[in-house]
């Protein structure tokens, strides 16, 4: 059975930093695309980060503007895990993050396209 779990979330207050995990388990993602999306209450599903596989050992990575030069995607194939390291946070970055995995689809994107999502974890920014 795969599992995705997130952990790292929690309180922090405008211009901190967070950094994110995803384990993976039951099967490894070396292979595979992994993203970060979110979702505020009120607000439609967001697209945050992507590490999307090219072959072989090449990765790409790929962010919504909105968190552009603030966040950065990385990945540990070794621990089957996927971060993401969040810096200078602001409010509007208050959400539940949700990993995901194994993109199968035509838009990276789209929370849909992943084969496989985890349960989120809250991030809370406060002014």
């Known amino acids: 059975q795969v599992q995705l779990v997130e952990s790292g979330g929690g ?3 405008a ?3 967070l950094r994110l995990s995803c ?5 490894t993602f070396d292979a595979s695309s ?3 999306f979110r979702q505020a209450p009120g607000k439609e599903r967001e697209f945050v980060a992507v590490s999307r596989w090219s072959g072989g050992n090449k990765y790409y990575t790929d ?18 895990t996927v971060y993401l390291q969040m810096n200078s946070l602001k409010p509007e970055d208050t959400a539940v993050y ?3 995995a194994h993109w199968r689809g035509t838009n990276w994107s789209r ?8 349960q989120g974890t809250q991030v809370t920014v406060s002014s």
Do not use: E, H, P
């Open 98 to 100: 949700i990993c995901a």
């Open 23 to 27: 384990a993976a388990s039951g099967r």
């Open 111 to 118: 929370l849909d396209d992943y084969q496989y999502r985890g």
């Open 63 to 80: 962010y919504a503007d909105s968190v552009k030069g603030r966040f950065t995607i990385s990945r540990d194939n070794a621990k089957n």
């Open 34 to 36: 992994m993203g970060w």
């Open 11 to 13: 309180l922090v207050q």
């Open 15 to 17: 211009g901190d930093s």
